[in-house]
């Protein structure tokens, strides 16, 4: 057919030989048994932007969840099903891939999760959300047909992020944030059309769960530098449906770079991110953004943490702060609550919290209670101050072996 695009190259040139050969089989087994395999989705999207991207996403006109028993018997691997969402993941040698049956999705109100049944690869593309996300490429003959109904390629090629209808952000106002993402990290513009969709649709943002809505934030953390994402959001005023007093700004996009720097060669852990993200919050601020989010322990925790440690910031500036202060002031803080906080405020502060990481939280007693009771001292308060003021000593280097530890307890003893 005259202007048929095919990406069989394109597969073959930035694929592992194991993933082409797993698609080619896929498609021949969907084919015999009368059924229509595709790749989908983020993947036939990185394959023309020439963009590693390893996640196999396949949708089945017909019953993916049968197919995919069928490959991992054939592979020699493990298929993991769903029958509830007709999804499954093949698992074979170390790969893997997730296939599902084809839907149509509609939405009884907006807001809403969809109302699913199962479709053709034409609706399964017209629900996704953006142009350049609604592409597949048929796995059956002629292997690597590029399907493209909304012209996401034309919009790769004009690094634009567009919506397929007008009712996008309507429907589902999650996208919002989707769409920055996107934006982000492929460097590309928001078409104009779907920048003040987005910006008609900001509101419904609210009738999004938190769940929802911290789900999408993850996502945008998880980004190589999701600060640029969190910066356009605040200029559209889209951080500010999840609270009013966070900030996109140039503050922001310092402290991320540096919790990066401080964090090589693992990217920042999510509590680090969202500890940055509050650090300019008040602790009542900072107790509606994490129940609005439902935060899991974790990071909940960090974030108080983070404002408790800012909280005593002032003593911890003090030049020539004592070590045994300084460990009374940090210790049971969580490692995202500290380095946000070093990263956060002023050298002396943050001189003072990089002591105590790298080296005055691992400091320990010699003596044990176990040798402080055959020393005489009972079980109790009087034993747990004992090792508490042994701990000072050895922080501050007024004992630095067993006898000095010794000698001390029995002075102690004698004196007190």
Not at 31 to 40: A, D, I, K, P, T
């Amino acid at each position: 057919m005259a202007g048929t695009i095919n990406l069989k190259n394109e597969i073959e040139e930035h694929l592992p030989a194991a993933l082409v050969e797993f698609m080619r089989a896929a498609g021949k087994l969907a084919q015999q048994r009368q059924e229509r395999l595709y790749l989908v989705g983020g993947v036939v999207r990185d394959l023309i932007l020439e963009r590693d991207n390893l996640d196999l996403d396949l949708v089945l006109e017909g019953d993916a969840i049968s197919l995919a028993q069928a490959l991992a018997r054939q592979k020699k691997g493990e298929a993991v099903t769903h029958s509830r969402f007709g999804t499954a993941t093949v698992r074979w040698h170390g790969w893997s891939a997730d296939l599902a049956t084809a839907r149509a999705e509609t939405y009884a109100r907006p807001g809403a999760l969809p109302d699913v049944k199962p479709g053709t690869i034409e609706t399964d593309l017209s629900r996704r959300d953006f142009t350049i996300n609604a592409m597949a490429v048929a796995l059956g003959e002629p292997f690597g047909e590029l399907l493209d109904p909304y012209g996401g390629r034309q919009d790769l090629e004009d690094r634009l992020v567009r919506v397929l209808h007008a009712k996008s952000f309507t429907d589902d106002a999650t996208r919002i944030w989707r769409a920055l993402r996107y934006e982000q990290r492929l460097d590309f513009a928001l078409e104009p059309a779907t920048l003040t969709l987005l910006k008609r649709d900001i509101a419904r943002l609210d009738a999004i769960s938190g769940d929802r809505i911290r789900h999408e934030l993850e996502w945008v953390l998880r980004e190589e530098m999701p600060e640029k994402a969190l910066q356009h959001a605040g200029k559209l005023g889209v951080l500010a449906r999840i609270h009013p007093s966070l900030k996109g700004d140039a503050w922001l996009a310092e402290k991320f770079a540096r919790a990066r720097e401080m964090s090589l060669p693992e990217p920042p852990a999510m509590p680090l991110y969202l500890a940055l993200m509050a650090y300019r919050l008040t602790e009542a601020e900072a107790e509606k953004f994490i129940a609005y989010l439902n935060l899991p322990r974790t990071s909940a925790l960090a974030l108080r943490d983070t404002l408790a440690v800012k909280a005593k910031i002032g003593e911890l500036a003090v030049p020539g702060l004592a070590p045994s202060r300084l460990y009374d002031l940090l210790n049971g803080a969580t490692a995202p609550a500290l380095t946000a906080n070093a990263i956060a405020d002023e050298p002396t502060a943050t001189e003072h919290i990089q002591l105590y990481l790298d080296a005055l939280c691992h400091v320990n007693p010699i003596l044990t209670g176990k040798d402080l009771k055959k020393m005489g001292v009972p079980e109790g308060p009087q034993m747990k101050e004992i090792l508490h003021m042994l701990l000072a000593a050895q922080l501050d280097g007024k004992v630095s072996t067993r006898k000095d530890e010794e000698d001390w307890v029995r002075g102690f003893l004698l004196t007190g």
